[in-house]
């Protein structure tokens, strides 16, 4: 039973190196498939000519050089034998010499070309005898032909062909075509791709504060094309934040109204028991409507601007106040320096991870860390940790884990997505993780930028 032999796979080290030389970038991909094209076709034009030049040659040397050498032998057979010698000089050529006497060595011409070279320089010299026709190997495809003059002493013919030589100077005209292409190319593929680079920037730019750069309209058809509908996509999707904002904003202005007159509706039960219960569904309807009009207001944009701060007052001022409502915060380490951020919004996160970290733990730590042009601040508690599957579900609205952090412990739902947008407002990035020793970490990682010393 015969077996089929299936092709050996590529080994993964191999295509990796092979997708490691591939550039990743748009225009260094382009532009290496312009220049690589560019030097094949000329490459393929250089060994056109060479071709046409060797088939030139060929032609020339097998009209004519048959012609001179017969012509060559003849001369010499009508010249005393004692002043042939004197005449070797004059008649010999590149292409081929005359020796008085011995024999023709090598054997048969193998090559087409140097068979018929040989036919026809026998052909040319008739009608005097060849004795003998030989290729050696020095020079290469190099012919001995032995004649018998009519006096019945030998000369022999030492032939070969000659190639029709490239100047230097066309070598380096390529070269420097090739150069100029190359630059050419450079500079058309920039012209294409900066404008996506351009595009890509903004797109990147384009945060949750919906500031990002207008494009100038400018350059191609297709390029101001494409720049007008991005600046009119970053309009539209403003427009349409800021509707929603005012939309949210006045449903929490109409429900005051009615929140308010239950509330005094509540204090009226004569049963306790309900009263209770009805005034904590209102605070909790209160809370959650705040709280919806702020997470809408950050994923409107971050209106406050960067202001030199003092880190350090700002998180122990925080600590002070936890401790003045008889709730123990740790701080550990310090900024050491002031920096330029939002101190709003870097409070309201701050606020929101400790208050976030009270409620399922009792021990609350907020670990600093600076250095390198960036500022840590990390929010530790020895809480019941969140499944690791669940880490970046809880940054959405109102989504909690049901097993262990839920609506029964307090809470909208929304403190940590708030949390998320101000961090993505401000440049920060906001992550969670599970300790080793238990609990839940929130680190909110920032470049920061020296504040100048007055």
Same mark, same amino acid.
């Given at each position: 039973m015969s077996t089929s032999a299936s092709p050996s796979p590529i080994p993964a080290s191999t295509a990796g190196g092979l997708r490691r030389l591939v550039?990743?970038?748009?225009?260094?991909?382009?532009? !290496?498939?312009?220049?690589?094209? %560019?030097?094949? /076709?000329?490459?393929?034009? =250089? #060994?056109?000519?060479?071709?046409? *030049?060797?088939?030139?040659?060929?032609?020339?040397?097998?009209?004519?050089?048959?012609?001179?050498?017969?012509?060559?032998?003849?001369i010499l057979d009508r010249?005393?034998?004692?002043?042939?010698?004197?005449?070797?000089?004059?008649?010999?050529?590149?292409?081929?010499?005359?020796?008085l006497g011995g024999m023709a060595e090598g054997g048969d011409p193998q090559s087409l070309l140097s068979r018929q070279f040989a036919t026809a320089i026998a052909e040319a010299m008739r009608p005097f005898q060849i004795v003998k026709v030989g290729q050696v190997e020095k020079p290469a495809e190099g012919l001995q032909i032995q004649v018998r003059l009519t006096d019945g002493s030998s000369v022999v013919v030492h032939a070969r062909r000659v190639g029709m030589p490239v100047s230097r100077w066309v070598?380096? !005209?390529?070269?420097?075509?090739? %150069?100029?292409? /190359?630059?050419?190319?450079? =500079? #058309?593929?920039?012209?294409?791709? *900066?404008?996506?680079?351009?595009?890509?920037?903004a797109a990147d730019?384009?945060?949750?504060?919906?500031?990002?750069?207008?494009?100038?309209?400018?350059?191609?058809t297709e390029v101001?094309?494409?720049?007008?509908?991005?600046?009119?996509?970053?309009?539209?999707?403003?427009?349409?934040?800021?509707?929603?904002?005012?939309?949210?904003?006045a449903i929490s202005h109409d429900l005051q109204t009615p929140i308010t007159r239950m509330r005094l509706r509540t204090e009226m039960m004569d049963d306790a028991h309900d009263r209770t219960k009805f005034r904590q569904d209102l605070d909790e309807m209160n809370s959650l409507v705040r709280e919806g009009v702020t997470y809408a207001r950050t994923l409107h944009g971050a209106t406050e601007p960067p202001l030199r701060m003092d880190a350090?007052? !700002?998180?122990?001022?925080?600590?002070?106040?936890?401790?003045?409502?008889?709730?123990?915060?740790?701080l550990e380490g310090r900024v050491g320096a002031p920096i330029v951020s939002r101190p709003n919004a870097l409070r309201r996160i701050v606020m929101n991870l400790v208050d976030n970290a009270l409620i399922f733990g009792s021990d609350v730590r907020l670990r600093v860390e600076a250095g390198h042009g960036q500022l840590a601040i990390a929010v530790i508690d020895n809480g019941p940790g969140i499944p690791p599957d669940e880490l970046d579900a809880v940054l959405k609205p109102f989504y909690r884990v049901e097993s262990s952090r839920n609506r029964s412990t307090g809470g909208t739902g929304l403190g940590?997505?708030?949390?998320?947008?101000?961090?993505?407002?401000?440049?920060?990035?906001?992550?969670?993780?599970?300790?080793?020793?238990?609990?839940l970490e929130a680190r909110l990682t920032m470049r920061t930028h020296t504040a100048p010393t007055s």
């Open positions: 550039p990743r970038s748009l225009f260094a991909r382009v532009t !290496l498939i312009i220049v690589v094209g %560019l030097a094949i /076709a000329q490459l393929l034009t =250089f #060994a056109a000519i060479r071709y046409e *030049r060797d088939m030139a040659m060929r032609e020339l040397m097998m009209t004519g050089i048959e012609r001179d050498i017969a012509s060559s032998v003849a010249l005393p034998a004692a002043e042939r010698p004197d005449w070797l000089e004059r008649l010999e050529r590149r292409n081929y010499r005359f020796v070598m380096w !005209l390529l070269a420097m075509q090739l %150069l100029v292409l /190359a630059v050419c190319a450079w =500079f #058309a593929v920039r012209l294409v791709t *900066r404008p996506l680079a351009d595009l890509a920037a730019h384009l945060g949750p504060d919906l500031q990002a750069q207008t494009l100038t309209e400018e350059g191609p101001a094309h494409a720049a007008r509908a991005f600046n009119a996509m970053q309009t539209r999707i403003g427009g349409y934040m800021a509707e929603r904002v005012e939309i949210l904003a350090d007052a !700002l998180l122990e001022s925080m600590v002070a106040d936890y401790e003045d409502a008889g709730k123990i915060v740790r940590l997505a708030i949390a998320h947008q101000l961090a993505m407002a401000m440049g920060a990035e906001l992550k969670l993780q599970n300790c080793p020793e238990g609990g």
